[in-house]
């Protein structure tokens, strides 16, 4: 069965400062990847997804995120950071399990960003 | 846009009741899906369905069951309420077709309180 690490439970960052938020998987095979974020109060949105090609994939917002099978990870990153940011940041892979395919998150990364 | 709504977004419930959630969404999605979301726990998969009149047990799903009579209805239903369901519950929708290829829509989210 697929799994996913987020190492991070809070990360704080300064406005204007970068930021990598990071995540592991562990599946068999070419997963698929998403990050998702969500802000106070609301529910998920979808940030950005990696399914097969280009291993540097861009999302909204400014984020990008990069695939590295050798590390099985997809770490999100953010070159410079705005107060409205400050959101849960969750990682999830999309796999095969039994006879669905069902995602599977990660605990989440809650982003803290001082003024 | 696609849109999925959750009925209520705060609940306030006694021990003991019995507990209706309802999610619609707008866009003809097959898939639908509750989620539990709890700080610390991430994401937890309570019911996924296929589609109408289909449903399957996710990660969690003692003292919960689902009903999808029409396709662009999902409702989460508590037996009997207990202390320990207070959470935020968090209903998704998705096209099925391509597998985990396709992004889930999230609703706002129901943050429910059992006293």
């Known amino acids: 069965a697929q799994s996913v690490t987020q190492p991070d439970i809070h990360i704080t960052v300064s406005e204007g400062a970068s930021l990598e938020l990071r995540c592991n998987y562990s599946?068999?095979?070419?997963?698929?990847l998403f990050w998702y974020v969500q802000s106070p109060g609301q529910g998920l949105q979808l940030l950005l997804k990696?399914?097969?090609?280009?291993?540097l994939v861009q999302g909204i917002k400014g984020f990008e995120a990069e695939f590295k099978r050798s590390q099985s990870s997809f770490n999100l990153r953010k070159p410079s950071v705005h107060w409205s940011d400050a959101a849960e940041y969750f990682c999830a892979v999309g796999a095969r399990a039994g006879g669905s395919y069902i995602p599977t998150f990660g605990r989440g990364t809650s982003l803290i960003v001082h003024p | 846009d696609v849109k999925v709504t959750q009925s209520s977004r705060y609940l306030v419930k006694r021990t003991g009741e019995k507990v209706f959630l309802e999610c619609v969404q707008d866009m003809d999605h097959e898939n639908m899906f509750w989620y539990r979301q709890d700080p610390g726990l991430g994401l937890r998969l309570i019911y996924f369905?296929?589609?109408?009149?289909?449903?399957e047990k996710g990660d969690i799903p003692e003292g919960y069951s689902v009903s999808r009579e029409k396709k662009e209805r999902f409702s989460l239903i508590l037996e009997s309420a207990s202390t320990n369901q207070t959470s935020m519950y968090l209903c998704a929708s998705r096209i099925a077709g391509a597998g985990a290829r396709n992004i889930q829509y999230f609703g706002a989210g129901t943050r429910l309180s059992v006293l």
């Open positions: 990696y399914f097969s090609g280009d291993t």
């Open positions: 369905s296929y589609d109408v009149k289909m449903k």
């Open positions: 599946y068999g095979a070419t997963p698929y």
